[in-house]
């Protein structure tokens, strides 16, 4: 089975600074696609991001960029210009094209933007 | 509106008592999910369905059970609740397909379900 690791539990970020989550990821597979989702207090969960494994250029929304390292299994998620509202939990997701149903995700952080 | 409907909200119950949360789309996807949050372990998939009586396990299926009579909707059994299935739950829906830079791969959520099992 594939998996997808968060190892900071919880971060801080100064409100207009930047911030990078981390997220690695296990598979054998060449061909996939990788999420970021927000999870504000609201509990929705809010689709930020999203890459293919097969492009190599890193993907960008407005003030959310991903960094796609494919031979290092890696996809961070950096958050430029941080507002009040990106305080959230973040999960980094995977989805397995070969069994294309099914979806791994990490446990999450949490992301505090202070005033 | 597209949306992922999930009912209830909010549910409290005891040990043993039949529940069904409901999930239904409107936006015409083949693909539907069940996934449970608990805290540390993020989501893990529970069931997910390709299509109309096609289901299949996830990673946690053990106490539950769901079906997929029709398209839009796809309700999650627990047939005899414990304690341990006290979580978040999230239904998720989207169309199959890899294309290219299309919405195929995008999962939309309901807004999840509360349970708490005594």
């Known amino acids: 089975a594939q998996t997808v690791t968060q190892s900071q539990p919880e971060m801080s970020v100064q409100e207009a600074e930047t911030v990078t989550l981390s997220c690695t990821y296990d598979?054998?597979?060449?061909?996939?696609?990788l999420f970021w989702y927000k999870q504000p207090p609201s509990r929705q969960m809010i689709l930020v991001i999203r890459q293919e494994a097969y492009k190599q250029q890193n993907a960008t929304e407005n003030r959310f960029s991903v960094n796609f390292q494919k031979a290092a299994k890696s996809f961070s998620l950096k958050i430029s210009d941080s507002q009040l509202g990106d305080t959230a939990m973040y999960f980094c997701a995977f989805r397995d094209i070969y069994n294309f149903n099914k979806y791994y995700f990490g446990s999450g952080t949490k992301l505090n933007v202070k005033p | 509106e597209a949306q992922v409907t999930q009912n209830p909200r909010y549910l409290i119950t005891v040990t043993g008592k039949k529940l069904t949360v409901t999930c239904s789309q409107n936006m015409n996807h083949e693909y539907m999910s069940w996934y449970r949050q608990d805290p540390g372990l993020g989501l893990r998939q529970i069931y997910y369905?390709?299509?109309?009586?096609?289901?299949d396990k996830g990673d946690v299926p053990e106490g539950y059970k769901v079906s997929r009579k029709e398209k839009r909707n796809f309700p999650l059994i627990l047939e005899s609740p414990s304690p341990n299935q006290t979580s978040l739950y999230f239904c998720?829906?989207?169309?199959?397909?890899?294309?290219?830079?299309?919405?195929?791969?995008?999962?939309?959520f309901g807004a999840g379900t509360r349970l708490s099992v005594l």
């Open positions: 598979t054998s597979e060449s061909n996939y696609y």
């Open positions: 998720a829906s989207s169309f199959l397909g890899q294309g290219a830079g299309n919405v195929k791969n995008i999962q939309y």
């Open positions: 369905s390709m299509n109309v009586e096609v289901t």
